[in-house]
């Protein structure tokens, strides 16, 4: 028998949710990871485009990553209708300076990868490449108060998963050598 009134989780619809509004929102999986492909091409000349989606996936799989991706958009929308209450309406209409929760909120998504993925957020953060330059573009009607910031975090997160793969993956490749010429 149902109980109407127990709340349940259903991870499936939070993580379709957490897809389909980054579309409406005009972010791909294929923009992040062109960040991602920004941020470690130097490091892994060999990494493709697919690689970078594929990690990009992997980061939006994960709950405390979509809960942001969520509540962010979220509240860029009610910002966007004039929903907010005074002074937070302005405060997120104008991206207001001194306002820093939009990045706190994106950094729970750069947590989820460990310490590296912190400095890959504040450059990316710095300098806005790709998707986050339209998403920056204070002409326009819409705002990303907070996406500009998640984006960024989902690409840095996907650059440490990334890099923690690939030094496992060498590390296994030297271990298996080094078994083999030992016979
Ligand atoms: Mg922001």
Same mark, same amino acid.
Do not use: W
């Given at each position: 028998m149902s109980e109407p009134n127990v709340y349940r989780l259903n991870s499936k619809i939070v993580a379709t949710a957490t897809e389909e509004w980054l579309t409406k929102r005009g972010v791909t999986k294929e923009q992040i990871g062109?960040?991602?492909?920004?941020?470690? %091409?130097?490091?892994?000349? /060999?990494?493709?485009l697919d690689e970078c989606v594929r990690n990009v996936?992997?980061?939006?799989? %994960? !709950?405390?990553?979509?809960n942001a991706v969520l509540t962010g958009i979220q509240l860029d929308i009610l910002a966007e209708e004039g929903k907010l209450l005074p002074p937070l309406q302005a405060m997120i209409q104008h991206d207001e300076g001194l306002y820093g929760c939009d990045e706190v909120l994106a950094l729970s998504i750069v947590n989820v990868y460990g310490s590296i993925g912190f400095t890959n957020f504040g450059y990316i953060d710095k300098f806005k490449p790709g998707v986050l330059k339209k998403l920056n573009d204070k002409n326009s009607n819409e705002i990303h108060t907070f996406l500009d910031d998640i984006v960024g975090a989902i690409a840095a997160a996907a650059s440490? +998963?990334?890099?923690? !793969?690939?030094?496992?993956? +060498?590390?296994? /490749?030297?271990?298996?050598? /080094?078994?083999? /010429?030992?016979?």
């Open positions: 062109q960040l991602v492909m920004l941020l470690q %091409k130097d490091y892994f000349p /060999e990494l493709t996936d992997a980061v939006l799989g %994960k !709950r405390e990553v979509q440490s +998963r990334i890099a923690h !793969r690939k030094q496992a993956e +060498r590390e296994a /490749e030297t271990e298996a050598l /080094e078994e083999s /010429e030992n016979g």
